[in-house]
């Protein structure tokens, strides 16, 4: 007979982490908020993604950055530009973001005359993908040098976003990328996921992205 308790943490920490971000997208729905979390690797171009996609829909949309690291406030200040509304927020070297901590990002960021707000979530495929934030919907990057065989190294993060963004397409050139191959697996995993070619620098593909965050946002508010 045993004497000692086994506690399942990891299983509890998930359920009430996901009553919590059930709570706030209830929230942001009586607010009329939209929230998107943007996930990736470190250096896929989730920044210059956001400016972006802050350009194309600024003059329709009120938009707000909810800008995560571990440490430093290099992106809000970038972000800060623009003229958008931007909190940074430090993790205190958590590798993601839950819905508690969102939900502190919100309320100091406040959603006030905000129609979106952007959480760029902390660089990584694998963590952040295991967390409700509490998010309306989920999107990521994936960058042409990243590689094609990510959805085979991190399926969970593809299985769990409604977005796709392959990033850098005006380096396929340079790398030996599989687009196809991407699409394919991705689908695989998550039939539903959006699969959008974009460059970041160039503009390609901005405006499919930004049509597709606009319509999303029409509807939570309709709905």
């Known amino acids: 007979m045993n004497t000692?308790?086994?506690?399942?943490?990891?299983?509890?920490?998930?359920?009430?982490?996901?009553?919590q971000a059930e709570l706030l997208r209830e929230e942001l729905k009586k607010d009329k908020t939209f929230l998107l979390n943007l996930m990736s690797s470190p250096g896929s171009g989730k920044t210059t993604t956001v400016l972006r996609t802050i350009e194309a829909l600024k003059d329709e949309l009120n938009i707000g950055v909810l800008e995560a690291d571990i440490d430093s406030d290099v992106d809000a200040s970038v972000v800060s530009k623009t003229g958008a509304k931007v909190?940074?927020?430090?993790?205190?070297?958590?590798?993601?973001?839950?819905?508690?901590?969102?939900?502190q990002g919100i309320e100091g960021l406040g959603t006030e005359g905000l129609d979106l707000v952007i959480l760029e979530n902390v660089g990584n495929l694998v963590c952040p993908a295991e967390f409700d934030t509490g998010a309306c919907k989920n999107a990521m990057i994936l960058s042409v040098p990243e590689g094609d065989d990510k959805p085979l190294k991190y399926p969970l993060m593809f299985s769990i976003v409604d977005v796709l963004l392959i990033n850098k397409i005006d380096a396929m050139g340079i790398f030996d990328f599989d687009i196809e191959a991407v699409k394919e697996r991705a689908k695989k995993l998550n039939p539903n996921i959006k699969v959008i070619p974009i460059s970041a620098k160039t503009g390609e593909g901005i405006k499919e992205w930004a049509d597709w965050l606009r319509q999303e946002v029409k509807k939570w508010n309709e709905n």
Do not use: P, W
């Open 4 to 19: 000692y308790k086994i506690i399942e943490i990891k299983q509890s920490v998930f359920e009430n982490n996901d009553k």
């Open 87 to 103: 909190i940074q927020l430090h993790t205190g070297g958590m590798c993601h973001l839950d819905a508690e901590m969102t939900r």
